[in-house]
């Protein structure tokens, strides 16, 4: 069965970096794209931005470009997503999510999601 | 960027009986070279991921009760839970995936009345 597994809870100070990993299985890794999200407490699902697991060609949302990385090891079947410069409007969950459809296309909704990763910004 | 506003907010129903949640969205979500409408939802029951319950606005997702149908097009678009459960005890989310960035509902919280 497809099974998306994020690396654990991070606690970061403001200024930081947090990497999380999302190893994905049950089906062929390259033939679907992966997305991160995130929700911040009481807000709303955040698209934060994709990668062609397939190609390595990613795209961001406006919001986080220049301060996400998002990037993938096709042997590991594992996406890595970082965010730098972190401030405390960054604490949230973030999820990773695979494309229902395909790998080639961004405008996704998603069939399976990982089981979110906790950062929290603080001092 | 594409505004999902969900109403109601929150949402209280007798065991049995019918929920509806809408989702109205700034922008056409019909895209008129294939006819579908890029309109998902989503329920989240907390410590949980999200999970797909309707794509194309009225395409039920494999394993997803018949109980749950979607409904609409173009900018307004509802789920219906025909008789509702204990299990569906949740928030559930609209979210639009025509253009980028990809946007959500604000969410509406289904309770047992």
């Known amino acids: 069965q497809v099974q998306l597994v994020q690396s654990g809870a991070e606690v970061k100070k403001p200024g930081a970096s947090v990497k999380v990993s999302c190893k994905a299985s049950?089906?062929?890794?390259?033939?679907?794209?992966i997305h991160w999200l995130r929700q911040a407490p009481g807000q709303r699902l955040e698209w934060m931005g994709w990668i062609n697991t397939d190609k390595g060609s990613t795209k961001f949302s406006e919001k986080f470009q220049g301060r996400v990385t998002v990037t993938g090891d096709t042997s590991a079947s594992t996406v890595y997503m970082e965010l730098s410069s972190l401030r405390s409007e960054d604490t949230a969950v973030y999820y990773c999510?695979?494309?229902?459809?395909?790998?080639?296309?961004?405008?996704?909704?998603?069939?399976?999601w990982g089981q979110g990763t906790l950062v929290t910004v603080s001092s | 960027d594409i505004v999902m506003t969900q109403s109601p907010d929150s949402l209280a129903v007798s065991l049995g009986e019918r929920a509806t949640i809408n989702c109205k969205s700034s922008q056409n979500l019909l895209y008129s070279s294939n006819n579908n409408n890029y309109l998902s939802w989503y329920q989240h029951k907390p410590g949980q991921p999200p999970k797909l319950l309707i794509y194309?606005?009225?395409t039920r997702e494999s394993g997803v009760p018949e109980r749950f149908s979607g409904s609409g097009s173009g900018t307004d678009f509802s789920l219906t839970i025909s008789s509702l459960q204990d299990e569906d005890v949740a928030v559930y989310y609209c979210?639009?995936?025509?253009?980028?960035?990809?946007?959500f509902g604000g969410g509406t919280k289904v309770e047992i009345k």
């Open positions: 194309w606005a009225s």
């Open positions: 049950g089906y062929t890794f390259t033939t679907y794209g």
């Open positions: 979210q639009q995936h025509y253009s980028i960035p990809l946007t």
């Open positions: 999510a695979k494309d229902r459809r395909s790998s080639t296309s961004y405008y996704a909704d998603f069939d399976h």
